[in-house]
């Protein structure tokens, strides 16, 4: 375990659903990442928090609706979705400043929307 | 614009052979270069990682070779096994854009036995 859990693990939706994923991280650390992992794609950087400040929104469809409470859990919401949002959806944590770059990646929530 | 290019895109080694996989990129104010391995149902786990100051690291069979002046690095895997069978990313990250990863594009590895 990388010391990231991510809920649900599975999740079908409906296009006029309205669901959250979860994050959670025990590592201390105080940056938070929302990434798209599609087939064939890279890694899309979706949203980041430092501190619990967003601080990063890389152009992502306002269906998509981040939230950071603290810095230990992180949230995206979603509604309204369309089917090419299917996708795995990863939390990763890191150290915010020195240059540590390092990320630890949760296992992922595999989204399809019907 | 993919500012990481990752080869190839999938991979198939014998048991005991060298898996290599190379990344170019283009921002030269990168400054710090990981490779991450992914199995199915996993997330990406940080594997081994280069800064520029050095050309070379090694962490058991796993190796990165970076070339600063031709802005490209590799990932060699020794007597690769079966159990190496997974998605490697290359990636690179720079220091004043705060604590970001770029990706390569992910080099699926099969290790035949």
């Known amino acids: 375990e990388t010391g990231v859990t991510q809920t649900p693990r599975h999740l079908v939706m409906g296009m006029t659903n309205k669901k959250s994923l979860k994050c959670e991280q025990h590592l201390g650390h105080n940056a938070m990442y929302w990434y798209k992992q599609s087939a064939k794609k890279p890694l899309e950087l979706m949203f980041v928090y430092n501190f619990k400040e967003q601080t990063e929104n890389n152009s992502v469809p306002s269906r998509f609706s981040p939230e950071c409470p603290n810095s230990s859990h992180l949230f995206l919401h979603l509604h309204t979705l369309q089917p090419e949002d299917s996708a795995l959806y990863l939390c990763a944590s890191s150290q915010s400043s020195g240059g540590a770059y390092e990320q630890y990646f949760g296992p992922g929530t595999r989204l399809t929307v019907t | 614009q993919q500012q990481v290019k990752q080869s190839p895109q999938s991979l198939i080694v014998q048991k005991g052979g060298i898996s290599i996989i190379n990344c170019a990129y283009e921002n030269t104010a990168f400054d710090y270069f990981p490779w991450y391995q992914q199995f199915p149902g996993k997330g990406p786990a940080l594997l081994i990682a280069i800064r520029p100051d050095v050309s070379e690291k090694k962490e058991g069979r796993f190796t990165i070779s970076f070339n600063k002046s031709a802005k490209q690095f590799s990932l060699h895997i020794m007597d690769s096994q079966p159990g190496d069978s997974a998605t490697y990313f290359c990636?690179?990250?720079?220091?004043?854009?705060?604590?970001?990863?770029?990706f390569g594009g992910g080099t699926r590895l099969m290790v035949k036995p």
């Open positions: 990636a690179a990250g720079q220091n004043n854009a705060g604590n970001m990863l770029t």
